[in-house]
């Protein structure tokens, strides 16, 4: 194909995420035109569907900005409200991507008008305030007794029961009416606003209204009242400056609220983003074949996504280079930005962005992960140096600038490993060899040249490998050799340990509570967590601490031998007697004991190593080493032992009394271990108390037992012993006494 510019065979859609302001955009049914209905849009949806089957009518949406949740917002209420111009075109975007779900909707009660739709965007303002200004352009719009609008004045300025009690006589007005309206739909948008506002003036803006509305939302029943706010972050975030009893207030309104996380995977944003090109690019499959095929065996594909819808949509987003897609949901998101700005930065004309890189290239160019590094460094370096968690690429930036002699592959090479090192910290993205050789070797390219850059950047110190994790990192320039300092950790300390040992000194285990039996008794029953070995395994103690109620012995064989050595020992007498203790043996622990060994080198090098104490890059470089190689032996207990999963258990057997048990932990140990307690407290009293039902009372549970002891003496005639509103002591007496 003859070279042709970029630019005149590459065109952006207008992206399906534009900002949107509820309350001024409602009316345009036009914008709709424009939307996506994604995977999380669909399961939002068809939550609140289920919420109105149930009773449960009351949602808070919560993502970060720029995510969509707004734009869902306007397409639920052109949904839902059939006055609205959009209405059937939201219907039938349903209806041709999930008929099913569609189908179900109808089926709640859905009359012929929908829902009255009132539309409300926080504001510096009280909740009140910011309500009533949605309820009056309703209210302006549509035909409603002049009354209503007279009486909302007067509530608007009054306490939030006058304004509850208004809120029901216009839901009363919605019912009576001829017309076939389901209900009524607040969406409050921009709720942060309101409760950031309400935080600073506690006496002005009452947030009891929220709790009040929700409440209401659930007893609703033909007409029902539906709430949906639209946040940023949770409740308590807002009120995280105030004292705990309000902050304790706050977290009682957010618990009428169920939450739903809107925020699309990265795999989602990949597909979103190859529908914002309006055309394949063709004449480049040879190209794009061989690019593919080394970016999938890299490891670039996203586990979740098969390998002809990867390579097809990489085929489709032709300039970006394969790494560079699977990496831009990553980076907008480590910016602490969404969906919109990555749609931003393919129709912006940012320095260095992709409409730059379209009008300076032409076919067969394409855009690569060092593109990327100077996109971040011509538009994003002010936040980067401010932000405490841009150090990798921060590093890559100084020592870019203080070594002017690079070639151009080993220029490329540097920034791809700074990026990855940055993107790493949050997404499975990591720089090793073949994702770095497979992100740079493009067509024409010499591998051998890369690997040559490889070793150049290594012997200037400007990179160093990660043997335990096999990846490079950016060299942050220190005087103490971690490498070195491991080697002679593995000199000094030998290879005969014990894994047990190791993990119970660095990395102690959690205790496992018995959820199902402490969620329907009320007591809260958990197991101590021991791990055991050859070497440990006449010293394990079977007793459990003294608030256990039982004990769980984690076996960790390091050959098939010991496999059967520890079936043997679970099976045994020695353990058949005791009803409180569960012995589970991991089909493997190779790997963990390798982890293990780089564990305790790292503490050995700590502990032996002056020179960290006055070296803060060489300590900051130890504990990054240590962060990850206690998040790989977490990961491999998981999958050798499967503790925390609520699948089959089916890396580890698991005894009680000697039997195998394994068949029944197939919901989970979790619920092994309510059996348990089940069968060893059958006959404990059911209090649903916390102050109460503990082994110890608190100083609030003891200050509340002296005032019922006091109401009991002296105030017996009275209801409720006396007791005013509602301190400790009433939940105790409602709990237990009465």
Same mark, same amino acid.
């Given at each position: 194909?003859?070279?042709?510019?970029?630019?005149?065979?590459?065109?952006?859609?207008?992206?399906?995420?534009?900002?949107?302001?509820?309350?001024?955009?409602?009316?345009?049914?036009?914008?709709?035109?424009?939307?996506?209905?994604?995977?999380?849009?669909?399961?939002?949806?068809?939550?609140?569907?289920?919420?109105?089957?149930?009773?449960?009518?009351?949602?808070?949406?919560?993502?970060?900005?720029?995510?969509?949740?707004?734009?869902?917002?306007?397409?639920?209420?052109?949904?839902?409200?059939?006055?609205?111009?959009?209405?059937?075109?939201?219907?039938?975007?349903?209806?041709?991507?999930?008929?099913?779900?569609?189908?179900?909707?109808?089926?709640?009660?859905?009359?012929?008008?929908?829902?009255?739709?009132?539309?409300?965007?926080?504001?510096?303002?009280?909740?009140?305030?910011?309500?009533?200004?949605?309820?009056?352009?309703?209210?302006?719009?549509?035909?409603?007794?002049?009354?209503?609008?007279?009486?909302?004045?007067?509530?608007?300025?009054?306490?939030?029961?006058?304004?509850?009690?208004?809120?029901?006589?216009?839901?009363?007005?919605?019912?009576?009416?001829? @017309?076939?309206?389901?209900?009524?739909?607040? *969406? #409050?948008?921009? +709720? =942060?606003?309101?409760?950031?506002?309400?935080? %600073?003036? $506690?006496?002005?803006?009452?947030?009891?209204?929220?709790?009040?509305?929700?409440?209401?939302?659930?007893?609703?029943?033909?007409?029902?009242?539906?709430?949906?706010?639209?946040?940023?972050?949770?409740?308590?975030?807002?009120?995280?400056?105030?004292?705990?009893?309000?902050?304790?207030?706050?977290?009682?309104?957010?618990?009428?609220?169920?939450?739903?996380?809107?925020?699309?995977?990265?795999?989602?944003?990949?597909?979103?983003?190859?529908?914002?090109?309006?055309?394949?690019?063709?004449?480049?499959?040879?190209?794009?074949?061989?690019?593919?095929?080394?970016?999938?065996?890299?490891?670039?594909?996203?586990?979740?996504?098969?390998?002809?819808?990867?390579?097809?949509?990489?085929?489709?987003?032709?300039?970006?280079?394969? @790494?560079?897609?699977?990496?831009?949901?990553? *980076? #907008?998101?480590? +910016? =602490?930005?969404?969906?919109?700005?990555?749609? %931003?930065? $393919?129709?912006?004309?940012?320095?260095?962005?992709?409409?730059?890189?379209?009008?300076?290239?032409?076919?067969?160019?394409?855009?690569?992960?060092?593109?990327?590094?100077?996109?971040?460094?011509?538009?994003?370096?002010?936040?980067?140096?401010?932000?405490?968690?841009?150090?990798?690429?921060?590093?890559?930036?100084?020592?870019?600038?203080?070594?002017?002699?690079?070639?151009?592959?080993?220029?490329?090479?540097?920034?791809?490993?700074?990026?990855?090192?940055?993107?790493?910290?949050?997404?499975?993205?990591?720089?090793?060899?073949?994702?770095?050789?497979?992100?740079?070797?493009?067509?024409?390219?010499?591998?051998?040249?890369?690997?040559?850059?490889?070793?150049?950047?290594?012997?200037?110190?400007?990179?160093?490998?990660?043997?335990?994790?096999?990846?490079?990192?950016?060299?942050?320039?220190?005087?103490?050799?971690?490498?070195?300092?491991?080697? %002679?950790?593995?000199?000094?300390?030998?290879?005969?340990?014990?894994?047990?040992?190791?993990?119970?000194?660095?990395?102690?285990?959690?205790?496992?509570?018995?959820?199902?039996?402490?969620?329907?008794?009320?007591?809260?029953?958990?197991?101590?967590?021991?791990?055991?070995?050859?070497?440990?395994?006449?010293?394990?103690?079977?007793?459990?601490?003294?608030?256990?109620?039982?004990?769980?012995?984690?076996?960790?064989?390091?050959?098939?031998?010991?496999?059967?050595?520890?079936?043997?020992?679970?099976?045994?007498?020695?353990?058949?007697?005791?009803?409180?203790?569960?012995?589970?043996?991991?089909?493997?622990?190779?790997?963990?004991?390798?982890?293990?060994?780089?564990?305790?080198?790292?503490?050995?090098?700590?502990?032996?190593?002056?020179?960290?104490?006055?070296?803060?890059?060489?300590?900051?470089?130890?504990?990054?080493?240590?962060?990850?190689?206690?998040?790989?032996?977490?990961?491999?207990?998981?999958?050798?032992?499967?503790?925390?999963?609520?699948?089959?258990?089916?890396?580890?057997?698991?005894?009680?009394?000697?039997?195998?048990?394994?068949?029944?932990?197939?919901?989970?140990?979790?619920?092994?271990?309510?059996?348990?307690?089940?069968?060893?407290?059958?006959?404990?009293?059911?209090?649903?108390?916390?102050?109460?039902?503990?082994?110890?009372?608190?100083?609030?549970?003891?200050?509340?037992?002296?005032?019922?002891?006091?109401?009991?003496?002296?105030?017996?005639?009275?209801?409720?012993?006396?007791?005013?509103?509602?301190?400790?002591?009433?939940?105790?007496?409602?709990?237990?006494?009465?």
């Amino acid at each position: 194909m003859a070279e042709m510019p970029l630019r005149e065979i590459v065109h952006i859609r207008q992206n399906s995420l534009r900002a949107v302001r509820l309350e001024d955009d409602l009316p345009k049914g036009d914008l709709l035109n424009g939307y996506t209905l994604t995977a999380q849009a669909l399961t939002a949806l068809e939550r609140m569907t289920d919420g109105l089957y149930n009773n449960a009518r009351a949602w808070t949406l919560t993502g970060p900005y720029g995510s969509g949740k707004s734009y869902f917002g306007l397409f639920l209420a052109h949904l839902l409200d059939a006055h609205r111009e959009g209405h059937s075109s939201a219907w039938k975007m349903l209806m041709q991507t999930d008929p099913i779900l569609a189908k179900r909707l109808r089926g709640q009660r859905m009359g012929d008008d929908g829902f009255v739709t009132v539309a409300a965007t926080g504001a510096q303002a009280p909740l009140q305030e910011c309500l009533a200004r949605g309820f009056e352009q309703v209210l302006q719009s549509r035909a409603f007794p002049p009354v209503l609008k007279k009486n909302l004045q007067t509530a608007r300025l009054a306490d939030s029961r006058v304004f509850l009690q208004w809120v029901e006589s216009f839901l009363e007005t919605v019912s009576k009416s001829s @017309s076939g309206a389901s209900g009524v739909l607040i *969406l #409050f948008d921009e +709720l =942060g606003k309101a409760l950031e506002y309400a935080a %600073a003036h $506690l006496h002005e803006s009452d947030v009891y209204l929220l709790q009040e509305l929700a409440e209401f939302a659930a007893r609703s029943t033909e007409k029902p009242l539906v709430f949906v706010g639209i946040l940023h972050q949770a409740f308590e975030q807002y009120a995280a400056l105030l004292d705990n009893t309000t902050q304790r207030e706050w977290a009682k309104v957010q618990g009428r609220f169920e939450d739903i996380p809107f925020q699309e995977s990265p795999v989602q944003q990949m597909r979103l983003l190859a529908r914002a090109f309006a055309k394949r690019v063709s004449g480049f499959s040879s190209q794009f074949e061989s690019i593919h095929h080394k970016a999938e065996d890299a490891g670039w594909r996203p586990a979740t996504m098969g390998a002809e819808e990867f390579a097809d949509l990489c085929e489709q987003v032709y300039p970006l280079h394969p @790494s560079t897609f699977a990496s831009l949901p990553y *980076l #907008f998101r480590r +910016l =602490g930005q969404n969906e919109r700005s990555l749609f %931003a930065y $393919l129709t912006s004309q940012e320095p260095s962005g992709f409409q730059d890189f379209l009008a300076r290239h032409t076919s067969g160019d394409f855009l690569i992960l060092p593109n990327l590094f100077d996109y971040l460094a011509d538009n994003y370096r002010a936040r980067i140096y401010a932000s405490g968690r841009a150090r990798p690429l921060t590093e890559t930036l100084e020592r870019l600038e203080n070594t002017p002699n690079l070639s151009p592959i080993e220029t490329d090479l540097f920034q791809t490993v700074g990026l990855l090192n940055w993107l790493g910290e949050i997404s499975p993205l990591q720089a090793t060899e073949g994702m770095i050789l497979s992100a740079l070797c493009l067509p024409g390219g010499d591998e051998a040249d890369l690997r040559a850059g490889l070793k150049s950047l290594q012997r200037r110190s400007l990179i160093v490998y990660r043997r335990f994790n096999e990846t490079y990192a950016v060299w942050q320039g220190s005087d103490v050799d971690l490498e070195e300092r491991l080697y %002679a950790a593995r000199a000094a300390l030998g290879a005969t340990f014990s894994i047990a040992e190791v993990l119970h000194a660095y990395l102690p285990p959690r205790p496992l509570l018995a959820r199902r039996h402490s969620y329907q008794t009320g007591t809260q029953r958990f197991f101590d967590v021991r791990y055991v070995d050859l070497h440990n395994l006449d010293e394990s103690s079977f007793n459990p601490s003294p608030n256990a109620s039982g004990l769980v012995l984690l076996c960790l064989p390091g050959t098939l031998a010991e496999v059967e050595q520890f079936v043997r020992w679970a099976q045994a007498d020695t353990l058949k007697n005791h009803l409180e203790i569960v012995t589970g043996v991991a089909g493997r622990a190779l790997r963990l004991k390798e982890l293990a060994q780089e564990l305790r080198g790292l503490h050995w090098v700590r502990d032996n190593t002056p020179e960290l104490r006055d070296d803060p890059v060489a300590r900051r470089e130890w504990r990054t080493r240590l962060a990850a190689i206690e998040h790989l032996i977490r990961v491999e207990l998981d999958e050798s032992i499967n503790l925390h999963q609520i699948s089959a258990l089916t890396g580890c057997q698991w005894f009680y009394q000697g039997k195998d048990v394994s068949e029944t932990t197939q919901r989970g140990l979790s619920a092994l271990l309510s059996d348990i307690c089940d069968s060893l407290y059958p006959d404990s009293p059911r209090l649903w108390n916390e102050l109460l039902n503990r082994r110890e009372l608190t100083s609030q549970g003891a200050a509340a037992r002296r005032t019922l002891i006091e109401g009991i003496l002296t105030r017996p005639e009275q209801p409720l012993l006396g007791i005013q509103k509602f301190p400790p002591e009433r939940s105790m007496y409602e709990g237990f006494l009465r």
